[in-house]
Nanobody, 122 residues
Framework: QVQLRESGGTLVQAGGSLRLSCAASGRTFNIVTMGWFRQAPGKEREFVAAISWSGPSTYYGDSVKGRFIISRDNAKNTLYLQMNSLKPEDTAVYYC???????????????WGQGTQVTVSS
């Protein structure tokens, strides 16, 4: 099993920046891909970004490309999401996810965190 715990969500003004963190514990050697998803009220869960846990590959959703940066610190087993130029439409619960397979934008990740709320005020 892998446990994921997100942190860093808060209220921020439009145009501001925020960094989310996701600490992974347990059988982290099983992880191949980690990602961020988000879900706004009344909307489906949306792919935000993903990263290969041992390689250079990164992937982004169209709505965040050029504004968000995903990164990782393998020594700390921690995933990050740097969010810049935030917009009110970025308001959502952000979830960290991990899977033992290669990248996918779909929801079929093996492990999920509880989520952290990000609210962007206009």
């Amino acid at each position: 099993q892998v446990q994921l715990r997100e942190s860093g969500g808060t209220l921020v003004q439009a145009g501001g920046s925020l960094r989310l963190s996701c600490a992974a514990s347990g059988r982290t050697f099983n992880i191949v891909t980690m990602g961020w998803f988000r879900q706004a009220p009344g909307k489906e869960r949306e792919f935000v970004a993903a990263i290969s846990w041992s390689g250079p590959s990164t992937y982004y959703g169209d709505s965040v490309k050029g504004r968000f940066i995903i990164s990782r610190d393998n020594a700390k087993n921690t995933l990050y999401l740097q969010m810049n130029s935030l917009k009110p439409e970025d308001t959502a619960v952000y979830y960290c996810a991990a899977r033992s397979g290669s990248f996918t934008r779909r929801y079929d990740y093996d492990y999920w965190g509880q989520g952290t709320q990000v609210t962007v005020s206009s």
